[in-house]
């Protein structure tokens, strides 16, 4: 602080020989008031600071205004000191550094403002106003300077595409001031099954899945907040991998002659896999494009990595009766199953109503 007050005193003697002296002659003002208060020299006369200097938080590119308010200031001068740097910054009416973001201005001789445009990071920390009496007076305030958070794109997780029962990093970084509060959540709030624990949210930069399921695929948002607004967030999409797995609700269907009859079968694929019907056979079923008359038709609705097939046979004849596969295939495997269709007579039918 002393190597401060010595550059300061140094550059008093020069302010006043260079920018006070000319000012002396050229206002009438100034004058009478360095004279008017030499008349009366007591210490109760003596600058005093009328308010503390308050500390400002300003978000990265906007401005700050520091202000110093001195009552009786009378000839003495207000510099005002960049403590952490150890650079001043004004003295009196003149800005004395080069950077180009500070300026100053004052009013009645008594408050003193100094203002920082497009505020960056460097500005953070403490700035001093200063009195040239002997000893110096002085107060300080700080600037905080915050930064909204941002995610830092090269170290963070994009979408990936994994095989079930892998293990699974996601990575997010993220930068800001104060730093970042970073956390994953699913983009759809489902829960996770987080390694044996089902949660919303997973606090920290890093998502860890050990032996991945198929339940875990879908879009996770990485959130980034630190109290600046606003909060961001990424997004990255999870696909896991697996091959073809199927269930039949009902592996024996009966029918009389003459009846339209639906077989069921459900599959789960990731990619999703391509699926049709084969007779006993193994002849692939044509279905004929949902046209009533047609003797077969094939639906299948999709959800997600779910799909739902149906054969619809239409007026069952003798020959009908048999086996039917239903089938689905993807790059990494193939499965089918089985479905009979038996026959159902008059007299099955009166038992059935006994
Ligand atoms: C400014 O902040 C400092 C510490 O960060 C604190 O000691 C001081 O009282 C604050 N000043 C005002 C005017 O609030
Ligand atoms: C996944 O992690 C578990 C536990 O850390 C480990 O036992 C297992 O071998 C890992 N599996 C693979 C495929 O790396």
New binding site residues.
């Given amino acids: 602080m002393s190597l401060i007050r010595i550059i300061v005193s140094a550059i008093y003697v020069v302010a006043q020989v260079l920018l006070v002296r000319p000012s002396l002659v050229e206002g009438r003002q100034t004058r009478n008031l360095l004279t008017g208060t030499l008349g009366h020299h007591h210490d109760t006369d003596l600058p005093r600071f009328a308010e503390e200097i308050q500390n400002v938080t300003v978000s990265v590119g906007r401005d700050a205004l520091l202000a110093c308010v001195v009552d009786n200031l009378r000839h003495y001068k207000v510099a005002w000191v960049r403590v952490d740097t150890q650079t001043i910054l004004s003295i009196h009416q003149n800005v004395i550094t080069q950077n180009p973001r500070i300026s100053l201005t004052y009013n009645d001789h008594r408050s003193w403002y100094l203002h920082i445009k497009d505020v960056q990071e460097v500005d953070r920390g403490w700035y001093m106003c200063q009195v040239n009496t002997d000893p110096m007076k002085s107060r300080q305030g700080y600037v905080q300077v915050v930064v909204p958070p941002s995610i830092i794109t090269k170290e963070t997780s994009t979408d990936m595409v994994v095989r079930e029962?892998?293990?699974v990093t996601l990575t997010c970084k993220a930068t800001g001031y104060p730093e970042p509060y970073v956390m994953w959540r699913r983009e759809d709030g489902k829960n996770i099954n987080y390694n044996g624990e089902s949660v919303n949210v997973v606090d920290g930069e890093v998502l860890h899945i050990?032996?991945i399921s198929r339940l875990h695929m879908g879009a996770y948002l990485c959130i980034a907040s630190n109290g600046v607004p606003p909060s961001v967030s990424k997004r990255v999409s999870l696909r896991v991998q697996f091959p073809p797995m199927l269930s039949i609700p009902n592996q024996l269907e009966g029918a009389y002659i003459g009846q339209d009859v639906t077989l069921e079968c459900h599959t789960e694929a990731y990619p999703n896999s391509i699926n049709y019907w084969t007779t006993e056979r193994g002849d692939m079923i044509v279905s004929g494009n949902s046209v009533s008359g047609d003797k077969y038709e094939a639906i299948s609705t999709d959800s997600g990595y779910n799909k739902y097939m149906m054969l619809k046979i239409r007026n069952v004849g003798p020959k009908d009766f048999g086996s039917y596969k239903c089938v689905a295939q993807n790059s990494l495997g193939g499965t089918d199953g089985v479905i009979k269709l038996d026959g159902k007579s008059r007299n099955d039918n009166k038992k059935d109503n006994l």
């Fill in positions: 029962a892998s293990n050990v032996k």
